[in-house]
């Protein structure tokens, strides 16, 4: 019994260790009040995704779409694959709008700190 789920959290150590990437980043989200940082637990959430999302299309012992005539093989959907280079995209933008938003809240209230910036705000009118 205990050898049977040993092997199968072995075989699927990769679901595992993107959890345990997005763990952290949805830590780094959450814990820290810095906002650049923020954005690095958002780009690491991120990247877990596209590691669980890329491991759970793989197909053991596919190959390549590539189609050969009279050959009996499994292929490799590429759709999900072709989906997370969108989904890349998407957040390099999503990076590049958040911290240009980070540069105009440093210009304005001279901090990227979440603790001062509610102070900050609180105190205007």
């Known amino acids: 019994m205990i050898e049977e789920f040993l092997a ?3 075989m699927r150590y990769n679901y595992y260790m993107a959890v345990i990437i997005m763990l952290v980043g949805l830590y ?5 009040s810095n906002l650049i940082k923020k954005i690095i637990g958002l780009n690491i959430f991120q990247t877990a995704i596209f ?3 890329i491991s759970i299309s793989d197909v053991e012992g596919g ?3 590539i189609l050969v005539p009279g050959a009996d093989v499994v292929y490799v959907n590429p759709l999900p694959h072709v989906l ?4 890349i995209v998407v957040a390099v933008s999503t990076t590049a709008v958040a911290l ?5 809240i440093y210009e304005s209230y001279g901090s990227i700190e979440e603790d001062e ?6 105190e205007r009118p």
């Open 28 to 32: 780094a989200m959450i814990a820290k």
């Open 117 to 122: 910036l509610l102070e900050l705000g609180s």
């Open 51 to 53: 590691l669980f999302y």
């Open 100 to 104: 240009a938003l980070v540069i105009r």
């Open 84 to 87: 997370i280079l969108t989904a």
């Open 8 to 10: 199968a959290v072995i």
């Open 63 to 65: 190959t390549a779409p």
